[in-house]
Structures are given as C-alpha cells and as structure tokens.
C-alpha cells in the first residue's frame, strides 16, 4: 500500500508537468498521455473502491474505531469527485485547447488531496485502526484486489510498484519478476506520454 501511494504521487507530478508542457498538434503524445491518465484513473479508483468494499467493512466487523473509518470513507468520497473530473478533462485531450492547461491544474488539486489522503491513511492504519489488522486481513484484502483488478493491470502493477520501491523494499512487491520482466514496457510508456526527460 505504502508503494502503490507512493507510485500513485509520483506519476500524478508526471501527469501534470506533462500535461503543461504538451506540444500543440503532437498527436502521438497526447494520444500517449491521455491513454496513461486512463491506466493510473483505474489504479486508483480501483485501489479506492478495495477498501471501501473490502477492508472498511472487514475492519467494521472487527470492532475497529469508527471515527477512522468515517474519516477515510469521506476522504473517498471526496477524492471520487476530483478524480472523475481530473478523468473526463483528460478524455478531451487531442480535441479541445484548453484540455492540457485545464489537466495540469486538476492534476496539482488531486496530486494535493490524494497526498493528504495518502498519509492519514496511512497513519489511521498504523494507529487506531491496526488493533483490527492482522495478517489474515492482509492476506484477504491482497486477494480481494487480484480477483478485481482489470487484467491489464497484472502486468502493469509490479512493474510500476518496482519503479519506487527502495532496495529494502523490492522483495515486497508481489510478482516481482513479472515487474522486472515489464519494466522495459513501463519505461516506454512513460517516455511517450511525458517525453524523453521525465
């Protein structure tokens, strides 16, 4: 989860200073961007709605504190709002000229919330909410995201959670040599949809 935040902020700087510095008329790499926009649109709301249909109800059963659950439910729901947003100014990428500076702007707004989102997350669970953890509920909510995750993204996620992980995390990502093995196509994805020099 700590990668996936991490990843998640990272490429959200991308996107925005990509998007600010989008060449008028290339149609290769606005075509590139807008299809990355896509990709990191369902990773996040696919790791949103993880927790809102997963693990919040599982930590609920378990007595977990109420307080840090209303939290993080709001906090989604208020990031559902931008991030669908952020999504359909995207969709106008390559068909309306205000569409990139409007993205930049939207980028910075939800690379903010979700950043702000991320560490209380974060936070919560390592606080109040972690007398309800435990590995069986790790185990369950890993299972529960495979199962739902588009299929696309079995070959895109460890690949992208390699990207950021440090030397002392790497052995945490699941599927680690499917990641090293599609780090090359992650790479080249990234080159087209934010240039050369990202």
Do not use: C
């Not at 930590?59 to 989604?76: I, V």
């Not at 979700?114 to 369950?140: F, I, Y």
């Not at 790497?170 to 020099?197: I, N, Q």
Request: overall charge negative.
């Amino acid at each position: 989860m700590l990668l996936a935040h991490r990843a998640m902020v990272r490429d959200l700087e991308r996107i925005g200073r990509a998007a600010g510095e989008l060449p008028a008329g290339n149609a290769e790499r606005t075509t590139a961007l807008r299809d990355y926009v896509d990709r990191i649109f369902q990773l996040i709301e696919h790791h949103h709605e993880g927790e809102d249909d997963f693990l919040w109800p599982k930590l609920r059963e378990r007595g977990a504190d109420e307080e840090a659950l209303a939290l993080m439910t709001a906090e989604h729901e208020e990031l559902t709002k931008v991030l669908r947003a952020w999504h359909a100014t995207s969709r106008r990428l390559g068909t309306d000229e205000t569409a990139p500076a409007e993205l930049a702007a939207q980028t910075k707004e939800l690379r903010e919330q979700l950043t702000k989102h991320a560490g209380d997350e974060e936070r919560e669970l390592s606080g109040r909410l972690a007398p309800a953890l435990d590995s069986r509920v790790w185990k369950g909510f890993a299972t529960h995201m495979r199962k739902t995750a588009p299929g696309w993204t079995l070959r895109f996620m460890p690949a992208w959670l390699l990207s950021v992980a440090g030397p002392g995390e790497r052995g945490g990502v699941p599927a680690a040599p499917v990641g090293r093995l599609f780090s090359g196509r992650l790479e080249k994805d990234r080159r087209a949809a934010f240039g050369e020099h990202y």
